[in-house]
């Protein structure tokens, strides 16, 4: 049972352009979401987050929306550079748990020059 | 600030063998959460220790087992190795369990079984 789903395995934006990543997820319970950004032979790197009792959160280019009817998160990075190229991973918690993480299954960015 | 390392950074084990990967803390952080990444996949998680129990558990088998020390480093113990445990394991330090304190995540131990 996927909880959080990452429907697009890849995506490919021209620099300078707006990148677009979506998220959903199934558990009503959730309420804490984080995107994290993984290029190869490293560990995720924690981008930005957003809890349930908002909708948008912004930090410099990047901005997480959250539509909570739909359970829906989105990333946006404008304007996109070739350093953004990597995999996004999106990860939800629900309070009520033991703050474990559910992860998405990832999207591939490729940023063109 | 020293963020989290993993040793080793690569394995090969046989079928049936036990592993024990290894994880450091960032410092200040006092909650090791461990995850296998298969190919393909997102992180699946295994289980978590803070204050040197174990705080929650995935959907792992018993012999998936782990341990947290006073300094907060944690052990991921893997008995009976299957061909299916090869992934990459990842380990993750946050500042408390009791709170949506973000992951940081170490580089990884890329497990071959064969």
């Known amino acids: 049972d996927q909880q959080v789903k990452q429907n697009s395995p890849s995506l490919s934006v021209q620099e300078g352009r707006i990148s677009i990543l979506n998220c959903d997820y199934t558990?009503?319970?959730?309420?804490?979401f984080l995107w994290y950004k993984k290029y190869p032979a490293e560990g995720p790197t924690f981008l930005i987050s957003?809890?349930?009792?908002?909708d948008k959160n912004e930090d410099g280019r990047f901005t997480v929306f959250l539509n909570k009817s739909a359970k829906h998160l989105s990333l946006h990075i404008v304007p996109s550079q070739p350093g953004d190229s990597a995999v996004y991973f999106c990860?939800?918690?629900?309070?009520?748990?033991?703050?474990?993480?559910?992860f998405g299954t990832g999207t591939r960015l490729k940023v063109l020059a | 600030e020293t963020g989290v390392t993993q040793s080793p950074t690569h394995l090969i084990k046989t079928r049936g063998q036990q592993v024990t990967l290894r994880c450091s803390s960032q410092?200040?952080?006092?909650?090791v959460s461990w995850y296998q990444q298969a190919l393909g996949q997102g992180p699946q998680f295994i289980f978590q220790?803070?204050?040197?129990?174990?705080?929650g558990r995935g959907n792992f088998p018993p012999r998936f087992s782990g341990l947290q020390f006073p300094n907060y480093s944690s052990e991921l113990n893997v008995n009976a190795l299957e061909l299916d445990d090869s992934a990459l394991y990842l380990c993750?330090?946050?500042?408390?369990?009791?709170?949506?304190?973000?992951?940081?995540f170490g580089n990884g131990t890329r497990l071959t079984v064969t």
């Open positions: 990860a939800a918690s629900a309070k009520s748990g033991t703050y474990k993480y559910i």
């Open positions: 410092s200040g952080h006092n909650t």
């Open positions: 558990n009503s319970m959730f309420d804490y």
């Open positions: 220790y803070y204050r040197e129990e174990e705080n």
């Open positions: 957003i809890s349930s009792i908002k």
């Open positions: 993750a330090s946050s500042l408390s369990a009791g709170d949506n304190s973000p992951l940081h």
